[in-house]
Every structure is written in structure tokens, then in C-alpha cells.
């Protein structure tokens, strides 16, 4: 099931999280990769966080607390609709998962079904029994949830790659309205601009984790420090 909360912006980051194996540790130290934190921290600022003074700060604060497992406290820098996104995005996982088993097993009862077919549903089927009964001890608590997604040790990995240059994202400002903002940035090989989402609550900037994949704002110039009436 494709996660609707990836934020596509760090897309480098996070991929993995699409088709890897949550849950899973990576790194001598329970960290990632091998690397360092200042180095992953060097690895950050070459992003260009000086160019989102509002916004940025927050974004690596969240970064660097996955990198830290403090999952809890990246937890606490999403917004109310994120949070609730994600036991929403728990159930409808495990209706998905029971609903695909269900169908493979109908198949692999079926007398018509031929043999190598059976034989490749059986393989999935344990995986994804497997990954049901992960699931099913997280079901009503998204904050289980978010901290089992990214416990996936490839995104351990993707820190090494920050820390190693290879990620590559440049910040290019921020955009703030109100109590709602952006940072905009530039990202990959082809530099394609993301915008990454921000709402203001409980005098807070939080991160609107779900709605920087989904919906992002239309197009428009950021300068660093913007504000508008």
C-alpha cells in the first residue's frame, strides 16, 4: 500500500518507506547507516535551511528526530489532521491487507488455479500475514503507527546519504500566510520544485505531514522571510 503521507519533496528520504520492510533496524548504533549526527547534521545545512528562518528550523528538528528515534517528538511536531491521518491511513492498511489475503486464499483453494500460481500466492501470503499481524497490536493509535513506518531501517539509509552529499535538495525560501505556510525547495536530479506544509497551532508551527503529499499549493515565487497579509 503506497503511504499517502510520504512527502514527495524528500522523496530520497523516505522512498524506501513505499516497498521496505517498517520496523527493521539499520547501523551499528541504531541510527543510520554508520553516520554520524554531525555529519548528517553538515549534511542538512547544505540544504539551505537559512533560506526557511520560520519553517526550517521545524522541518530539521523533525529530521533530526527520526534520525534520533525519538519518535515521539516527531510525532508531537505534526499537526491534529496528520495525527489522525495516520490511524486512518493504519485501518485502511489492514482492510487492505484482509481483503488481499482473503482473495489469495479463495485462489489458492480454487482447483483451477494452476499450480505455480498457487505456489507464488502461498509466498505472498506469508508476507502478508506477516505484515498483518505487525499491524493489528497498532490499530486506533497513529502515533504506533508513525513510529513503526519509520522505524524502517531504509530510511536509516537515507540519512547515510545525507550525511554522504548524495541526497540533493536546495531550499529555495518560504511562503507564509496567516497561520498556514510553505517552504519551497528543489529536489533530485531533475530539481523539480516541492513544497513542504506548514499550519500554525497551539502557537506552534507544526508540520501538515499528510497534505504536503497530497495537496500541495499551487505555484507560486518564495523569498526567504515572505509574509502575506
Known amino acids: 500500500m503506497k503511504h499517502t503521507f510520504l512527502f514527495t519533496a524528500l522523496v530520497a528520504i523516505f522512498a524506501a518507506l513505499l516497498t521496505g520492510c517498517p520496523g527493521k533496524e539499520n547501523g551499528k548504533d541504531?541510527?543510520?547507516?554508520?553516520?554520524s549526527r554531525a555529519d548528517v547534521i553538515k549534511g542538512l545545512d547544505n540544504f539551505g535551511f537559512e533560506k526557511a528562518p520560520q519553517l526550517g528550523p521545524v522541518l530539521k528538528d523533525f529530521l533530526l528526530a527520526i534520525y534520533d528515534k525519538k519518535y515521539d517528538d516527531a510525532w508531537?511536531?505534526?499537526?491534529?489532521?496528520?495525527q489522525k491521518e495516520a490511524a486512518k491511513e493504519l485501518a485502511?492498511?489492514?482492510?487492505?491487507?484482509?481483503?488481499s489475503i482473503a482473495s489469495m486464499e479463495a485462489k489458492i483453494?480454487?482447483?483451477k488455479t494452476p499450480q505455480e500460481k498457487k505456489n507464488w500466492y502461498k509466498s505472498q501470503l506469508d508476507v502478508k500475514k506477516a505484515r498483518l499481524g505487525e499491524l493489528m497490536p497498532l490499530?486506533?493509535?497513529?502515533?504506533?503507527?508513525?513510529?513503526?513506518?519509520?522505524g524502517n531501517s531504509d530510511v536509516g539509509k537515507s540519512f547515510q546519504d545525507i550525511a554522504d552529499g548524495q541526497t540533493k535538495v536546495k531550499?529555495?525560501?518560504?511562503?507564509?500566510?496567516?497561520d498556514k505556510g510553505y517552504i519551497s525547495e528543489e529536489a533530485g536530479e531533475r530539481a523539480a520544485?516541492?513544497?513542504?506544509?506548514?499550519?500554525?497551532e497551539e502557537g506552534k508551527w507544526k508540520f501538515d505531514f499528510y497534505n504536503t503529499s497530497a495537496a500541495p499549493p499551487a505555484s507560486a515565487p518564495a523569498t526567504a522571510g515572505q509574509n502575506n497579509p
Open 30 to 35: 541504531g541510527k543510520g547507516g554508520g553516520s
Open 76 to 82: 508531537n511536531m505534526l499537526n491534529k489532521a496528520s
Open 92 to 99: 485502511g492498511e489492514v482492510a487492505e491487507l484482509r481483503e
Open 109 to 111: 483453494s480454487d482447483a
Open 139 to 150: 490499530i486506533g493509535d497513529g502515533g504506533k503507527y508513525f513510529t513503526y513506518l519509520m
Open 171 to 178: 531550499i529555495i525560501g518560504e511562503t507564509i500566510s496567516g
Open 193 to 200: 520544485e516541492q513544497k513542504l506544509l506548514f499550519v500554525m
